[in-house]
């Protein structure tokens, strides 16, 4: 239900923080003191229609806020997960208007789009007035009312997903077919391209494979060469090496003969030679450790150029050549075991064909029956609304051939409002103040079944008096029993059956004297005989009128 809600700076209203019972509350005021701004707010705060002139004039934005006490297991709830947003508590819904049109929306403090916003306040409340009767206007909420009536709604979602399955066995048997009329027109390029393609065997990473492996081995060449060319001047017939001993051991002759002229320069070359020899054995390991195959390079680069051959010649990155072979091999394998697929599909079709309509006509069956049954309730809560002269039909016309996700039926509500006068959709028939009556006929009957957990009702009781009053009244307070129920009412006899009574009434603003502000306050008894004598003298309130509100309030007490 409907727990708080909050308002800043929106038309009239500079600060509002109202809160709201289970039961039945009413919301009376005189006429202009911003009852509709209210009900603007609270269909803000659900998602509807935001405009930049909802701003109280001076402020750069509107603000309303709106918290729902809403059951666990509450479609609402689970519309927020499948949304992958937090649902642990209250529901508080949030709408940010500012003065230049733009809005914004936050659920639990999340944001969200307007349309989800709509849809989840769709779920949770329901407002109606004598102009805005969404569950009489949408022909699918019909269907939708009666089946909640009957108890079928969770026939008709099976129905649905029976439907769905279907259409998508037909989808498959489609798109089977166009894959095997397709393949049946390539079959010569296609057996040649999987011959072709198995023999290639592309392997998934190996054109990144071979190119680094091309790479390493055309810089090994390179490399090769300088080391080939080193170990060529150390150790060939150019080699310094033999000269150098040569001389070192002439040197070593000499030196006894002329002692300590040529001792140092013998260590010197000595230690060369053994530097030399040791950079002989070093470019000798880095010649076997940098041994080039000319041929592996050959093998790879003949594998790399028909890889890449392949991929312009099917159009296609050399990665996504594994996957064509499968595709090719799949689409094959398709039209040569197509025909085969095509009849199991067929049957799969035709046995979910049969599964819906076995449930659509069992489902349809139980609409016609509950047709009947939801009629004759609502038809019993007329003759108490003024509406003993009209008729309630609820039209089931039901077509095997116009199959859809809802079944076989469409489903339609009709009145006749006199005797004489031709039967027909309520909306094109009823004036506004019959509609209303009709609705909330409609809404009896029907309980908390399919209804929103809050029903908001907008002076569905202007242009009635008396006993339809007072009729509508008890009804309001039956619903009330099993869903919340808030009513903009002029009509004491509604009034008196409230639990909560909130009056609204206009002042000067808090911040500025000149401005206008709208308030809402909660009655205490006193309060509510004192309101109710208003509505029941007008202006000038008399003894009289205060005993008669007294004795209604005592009396719905």
């Known amino acids: 239900m409907l727990a708080q809600i909050s308002i800043r700076d929106i038309v009239l ?11 039945l509350s009413v919301l009376t005021g005189e006429t202009g003191a911003g009852k509709s701004i209210l009900l603007d707010s609270l269909s803000l705060a659900l998602g509807g229609r935001g405009d930049g002139s909802l701003v109280r004039h001076g402020s750069d934005k509107g603000q309303v806020t709106a918290v729902f006490d809403v059951p666990i297991g509450h479609s609402a709830r689970l519309m927020l997960r499948d949304n992958g947003i937090d649902d642990d508590g209250d529901l508080i819904f949030r709408r940010v208007q500012s003065a230049d049109g733009r809005t914004k929306a936050f659920v639990n403090d999340q944001p969200v789009s307007v349309q989800l ?77 999987v011959e072709e393609l198995e023999k290639l065997n592309p392997r998934e990473g190996e054109e990144d494979e071979l190119a680094e ?5 055309m810089k ?61 054995m070093a470019i000798e390991r880095a010649l076997r450790n940098t041994e080039f195959d000319p041929k592996e390079l050959e093998r790879v680069e003949e594998r790399l150029f028909a890889l890449r051959g392949a991929s312009r010649k099917y159009s296609v990155p050399v990665a996504e050549l594994p996957a064509l072979a499968v595709r090719m091999i799949s689409d094959l394998a398709d039209l040569d075991a197509g025909e085969e697929k095509l009849k199991q599909l067929d049957a799969q079709v035709g046995a979910a064909r049969v599964a819906f309509d076995a449930a659509a006509r069992t489902l349809s069956d139980k609409r016609q029956n509950t047709a009947s049954a939801l009629s004759a309730a609502v038809m019993a809560e007329l003759p108490a609304l003024k509406l003993e002269r009209a008729r309630f039909m609820v039209e089931v016309q039901s077509d095997a051939g116009q199959p859809t996700a809802d079944g076989i039926d469409l489903v339609e509500f009709h009145v006749q409002t006199n005797p004489g006068t ?31 957990p809050t029903l908001v009702f907008d002076e569905i009781d202007t242009g009635v008096g008396g006993a339809v009053a007072d009729a509508i009244g008890q009804r309001l307070k039956r619903l009330s029993g099993t869903v919340q129920v808030l009513s903009v009412t002029h009509a004491p006899q509604v009034a008196a059956r409230a639990a909560t009574h909130l009056l609204i009434s206009k002042g000067p603003s808090s911040e500025k004297a000149e401005m206008i502000s709208t308030r809402v306050a909660r009655m205490d008894d006193k309060a509510r005989t004192e309101e109710i004598a208003r509505m029941l003298a007008g202006a000038s309130i008399t003894e009289e009128a205060r005993a008669a509100a007294a004795r209604l309030l005592s009396g719905n007490g």
């Open 13 to 23: 209203i500079e600060r509002l923080d109202l809160a709201f019972e289970a039961g």
């Open 117 to 193: 916003m709509r849809q989840l306040g769709q779920t949770l409340v329901e407002i109606h007035g004598q102009h805005d009767d969404r569950a009489l206007v949408d022909i699918d909420a019909h269907r939708t009312l009666l089946d909640a009536f009957g108890g079928t709604s969770d026939e008709a979602v099976q129905v649905s997903g029976l439907y769905r399955a279907w259409k998508d066995a037909e989808r498959g048997l489609k798109k089977h077919r166009e894959r095997v009329e397709a393949a049946a027109r390539e079959a010569d390029y296609l057996r040649s391209s």
């Open 213 to 217: 492996k091309r790479a390493r081995m």
């Open 220 to 280: 090994s060449e390179r490399i090769a060469g300088d080391i080939n060319e080193a170990s060529e001047f150390l150790n060939g017939n150019g080699s310094p090496v033999p000269l150098i001993a040569s001389l070192v051991r002439r040197l070593e002759r000499k030196s006894h003969e002329a002692p300590g002229l040529l001792e140092e320069t013998v260590e010197l070359l000595d230690g060369a030679l053994n530097q030399l020899s040791d950079a002989q």
């Open 422 to 452: 031709r039967p027909g959709p309520i909306m094109k028939v009823a004036s506004g103040g019959e509609l209303s009556r009709f609705l909330l006929a409609l809404k009896v009957a029907l309980a908390d079944r399919g209804s929103a």
